[in-house]
């Protein structure tokens, strides 16, 4: 997984942190959790908030 493919992080930190409301979570831990995720591999730097609030935002999604 890459930082771009956003709908696939999303589902993959939904089944890991069902009971995490992903409203809650600061970027700095979703930043690390997408980083320790099983199967991510990109660069931690080429990320940025606009990235982060793609992956919050599928999360969100994800868990309606």
Excluded: N, Y
Excluded at 5 to 20: T, Y
Excluded at 27 to 55: A, N, Y
Aim: glycine share 4%.
């Amino acid at each position: 997984m890459k930082w771009t493919d956003s709908q696939r992080i999303a589902e993959e930190l939904f089944d890991k942190f069902p009971q995490i409301d992903p409203l809650t979570v600061r970027f700095t831990d979703l930043h690390r959790w997408v980083c320790e995720l099983d199967g991510f591999d990109d660069q931690p730097d080429h990320s940025g908030e606009k990235i982060l609030e793609s992956i919050q935002m599928a999360w969100i999604a994800e868990a309606e």
